[in-house]
C-alpha cells in the first residue's frame, strides 16, 4: 500500500511493550481531542477521544491522558500487537467551530516481533 | 452495515480533465467533510458541510468543487483549475452523538487516491 507520510517520526517497540505516542497541541482553548490510527493505504479509524474538562479517558487497550497545563496529548497503547502498526493522528477541536477539527501530522508506530 | 463509502478507489486525471469523486453515508449524519493528504503532511481541510444544501470552504478549496443534494451524498469535483491534484482524498462525517461518542467526533471512509496521467 501506498505510504502515509515520508517523514513522519517514528516509534519502534517490542510485540507486547506498551506504547506510548505524544502529540502537542496548538490552541489552548481546545474543548476535545481525537485519536486517529491509519494503516496504509486506508482511512483514519478512530481510537478514542477526550474533552477539555478531563485528565483521562480509556478504552479497550488505550489511554488517552490530556495535560492542558503544557498543551500535550498521549495515547498509551498497552501489550502492542503487530496489528497496531500504523500512523497515529491527534486532532482537536472547538465547540464553537462547528465540528472543525485541527490534525497533527502523525506519529508512525512499528512493533517488531 | 453502515459505514462511509468513496469511490473509486484509484482515479487517473487527464490534463484539463475534471473528475468526480464520490463519498456516501448512510449514518444519518448531518455534516460531511472533504480532506486533502499528502506524504509528509497533516488531514487538510477543503471544503465542508454542516446541512444539506449548504458547504463551506476549507483551507485549501481552491481548484475544487462540491454539492450536497442530499443527506447521504457530499460528491468532489477537482477541476482542471487544481494544478497539483495528486493527492489521497478523504470524506468524513459527523456522528450526532452517543453517551459514549461525542459528537464533533468524525468518521472516515476508506479514502480515494488521484493520480495524474
Known amino acids: 500500500g501506498e505510504s502515509v507520510g515520508l517523514h513522519l517520526p517514528t516509534l519502534s517497540v517490542q510485540e507486547g511493550d506498551n506504547s506510548i505516542i505524544n502529540c502537542a497541541y496548538s490552541n489552548s482553548a481546545s474543548d476535545y481531542f481525537i485519536w486517529y490510527k491509519q494503516e496504509s493505504g486506508k482511512g483514519p479509524q478512530f481510537i478514542i477521544d477526550i474533552r477539555s474538562n478531563m485528565d483521562k479517558r480509556q478504552g479497550q487497550r488505550v489511554t488517552v491522558l490530556l495535560n492542558k497545563t503544557v498543551k500535550h496529548l498521549s495515547l498509551q497503547i498497552a501489550a502492542t500487537q503487530p496489528g497496531d502498526s500504523a500512523v497515529y493522528f491527534c486532532a482537536e477541536g472547538l465547540n464553537n467551530a462547528g465540528n472543525m477539527l485541527t490534525f497533527g501530522g502523525g506519529t508512525r508506530l512499528m512493533v517488531k516481533p | 452495515d453502515g459505514g462511509i463509502t468513496q469511490s473509486p478507489k484509484y482515479l487517473f486525471r487527464k490534463e484539463g480533465q475534471n473528475v468526480t469523486l464520490s463519498c456516501e453515508q448512510n449514518?444519518?449524519?448531518?455534516?460531511m467533510y472533504w480532506y486533502r493528504q499528502d506524504p509528509g503532511q497533516g488531514l487538510r481541510l477543503i471544503y465542508y458541510?454542516?446541512?444539506?444544501?449548504?458547504?463551506q470552504k476549507g483551507d485549501i478549496a481552491e481548484g475544487y468543487s462540491v454539492s450536497r443534494e442530499k443527506k447521504e451524498s457530499f460528491p468532489l469535483t477537482v477541476t482542471s483549475a487544481q494544478k497539483n491534484p495528486t493527492a489521497f482524498y478523504l470524506c468524513?462525517?459527523?456522528?450526532?452523538?452517543?453517551?459514549?461518542?461525542?459528537?464533533?467526533?468524525?468518521?472516515f471512509g476508506p479514502g480515494t487516491r488521484l493520480l495524474v496521467l
Open positions: 458541510s454542516q446541512i444539506v444544501n449548504d458547504f
Open positions: 449514518l444519518n449524519h448531518d455534516a
Open positions: 468524513a462525517s459527523s456522528t450526532s452523538g452517543t453517551l459514549d461518542v461525542f459528537q464533533e467526533t468524525q468518521y
